[in-house]
């Protein structure tokens, strides 16, 4: 097994087989996600069954309650886009599950079908976020935490155009609209790696705890351009036979809707995860 580590987030595995891991060659693989918060795999060969076994080696399942799920395989979600269907799913920098009051350990995606070109993942690293800031930034936000929901992006109150448009994709909102905002800390120490991480996004975080939204998009703003400067994205091109599999607590990812008129389909499954500390 080989492990490059690449300078702005991530890692890629070579050499290894998913399918049929050594116990030996598993604690390698969990090593490497533990310290760099995303894994990518290549030329792997993967059947539903492979990708729910490899899933549950990481962890319990946490089934989707927003996304159109497989047929025959309920703990696999379903990332697709039809060649006529203009929006595509995860389009915008976010993390998946901060909304959840225990947010998730991490998502393995599976390559299905993909386009002739386009559809890349971009990642970026919330280490390298957080240690980009300058130090009496970091201590400012050590000590806020930070309102997620879920509502405004899977709930009823849902932007027409867009709720037709992932029609049968995504859905559930009152489901959505049953979630409680948790609250998580700005700054944690992530569970596994014992770093210092940035935990908002784009898309989930609504504002600080005690802050109005007003006052606290400024700030945010800020911190998500630190987060997402040119230097610090790694883009995944993927082909076939192609994994990722990323930390939630430690990285944001975008998928590119660089490929229309194309198919699309991507498989993925999400591992349970746990509260999230403060860092101290």
Not at 115 to 134: E, H, K, N, R
Request: with cysteine; aromatic share 10%; proline share 5%.
């Amino acid at each position: 097994m080989n492990i490059e580590i690449f300078p702005d987030v991530g890692a890629e595995v070579t050499g290894v087989d998913l399918r049929k891991l050594s116990t030996a060659e598993f604690e390698q693989v969990r090593t490497a996600f533990d310290q760099n918060g995303l894994l990518f795999f290549r030329d792997q060969h993967l059947s539903e069954d492979d990708h729910i076994a490899l899933a549950e080696r990481f962890g319990r399942i946490n089934v989707n309650r927003f996304f159109a799920a497989h047929a025959d395989y309920p703990q696999i979600a379903l990332v697709t886009k039809e060649p006529e269907q203009k929006a595509n799913i995860g389009g915008g920098w976010h993390t998946d599950h901060s909304y959840d009051h225990e947010p998730a350990l991490g998502s393995i995606l599976v390559a299905r079908e993909l386009p002739p070109a386009g559809g890349d993942t971009a990642f970026v690293s919330m280490y390298a976020a957080y240690d980009a800031l300058s130090s009496g930034l970091k201590q400012t936000l050590e000590r806020l935490r930070a309102v997620h929901s879920a509502r405004h992006i899977f709930g009823a109150a849902l932007d027409e155009e867009y709720a037709a448009a992932m029609k049968g994709r995504i859905g559930n909102p009152t489901a959505a609209d049953q979630l409680s905002d948790p609250i998580h800390p700005v700054v944690i120490r992530h569970p596994l790696s014992g770093k210092k991480a940035l935990y908002v996004n784009p898309a989930f975080t609504l504002r600080f705890d005690g802050w109005t939204k007003e006052e606290s998009q400024p700030l945010l703003d800020y911190l998500y351009s630190v987060a997402t400067a040119d230097e610090r994205v790694h883009r995944f091109k993927w082909r076939p036979g192609s994994i990722a599999f990323w930390d939630n607590r430690a990285t944001w990812h975008f998928a590119q809707n660089d490929y229309q008129g194309h198919l699309r389909i991507m498989h993925r499954i999400t591992v349970d995860g746990c509260a999230l500390a403060a860092a101290s």
